[in-house]
Structure formats: structure tokens, C-alpha cells
């Protein structure tokens, strides 16, 4: 399985971003996605996940309210839309894909940095 992350850029505070995750490599979908990330000096934390099933999604409190993850199963691809962008919110985004709900997850994407500028 191959995870390809794409989207992140410079913003300015207040700003938005919508970040993609495609995975392809194999027929059958994962049980859910995520997205984590790391900021420079500091450990990789997680932001939301979302089921491929059911499209339920959980999110880290410092995101609610500001990101939305959703997926496009046809497509094979889960989005992060991120409104209201912070200086804090600057890091190297990652996503990640795992085959149940109680595993971990087996396949990362190669990151994409996001910076906000203030």
C-alpha cells in the first residue's frame, strides 16, 4: 500500500488548506485513515482519524471546530480541510492507514508541510 500526501503549503493566520491522502496499491480499503503530525523539535501528535466505512471521525481538541476529514471512496482518498489556520498549526502533516481498529497503523504517507505565517 502506497500513500501519497499532497496539498500543504504557506498561509497566513486565518487561512485555509485542504490536504489529500490518496492510497492505492491494493483492492480492498483500510478501516480508517488519519492524519498526525509533527512540528519541528517536538513529538508527532495526532489530529483526526476517520473510519472508511462509516465516515466517522475523531478529532485532537486543538483541530475541532477548524478541521474537517472526509474521504472520497471512489477515489481512494481522504481530505483534510483546515480553516482558521494558527501558527501552532505549522508542521509536517502526515497520513497514515491501518486495517482495524486495534492495529497500528502500517502505512505512512511521506509528509507535507504546512507553515503559517502570523
Known amino acids: 500500500v502506497q500513500l501519497q500526501a499532497c496539498g500543504g503549503g504557506l498561509v497566513q493566520a486565518g487561512g485555509s488548506l485542504t490536504l489529500s491522502c490518496a492510497f492505492s496499491?491494493?483492492?480492498?480499503?483500510?478501516?480508517?485513515m488519519s492524519w498526525f503530525r509533527q512540528a519541528p523539535e517536538k513529538e508527532r501528535e495526532y489530529v483526526v482519524s476517520?473510519?472508511?466505512?462509516?465516515?466517522?471521525?475523531t478529532y485532537a481538541d486543538s483541530v475541532k471546530g477548524r478541521f474537517t476529514i472526509s474521504r472520497d471512496r471512489a477515489k481512494n482518498t481522504m481530505f483534510l480541510q483546515m480553516n482558521s489556520l494558527k501558527p501552532e498549526d505549522t508542521a509536517v502533516y502526515y497520513c497514515?492507514?491501518?486495517?482495524?481498529?486495534?492495529?497500528?497503523?502500517?502505512?505512512w504517507g511521506q509528509g507535507t508541510q504546512v507553515t503559517v505565517s502570523s
Open positions: 497514515a492507514a491501518r486495517d482495524t481498529s486495534v492495529a497500528s497503523y502500517n502505512y
Open positions: 496499491g491494493r483492492t480492498s480499503y483500510p478501516y480508517g
Open positions: 476517520i473510519t472508511w466505512s462509516g465516515a466517522r471521525a
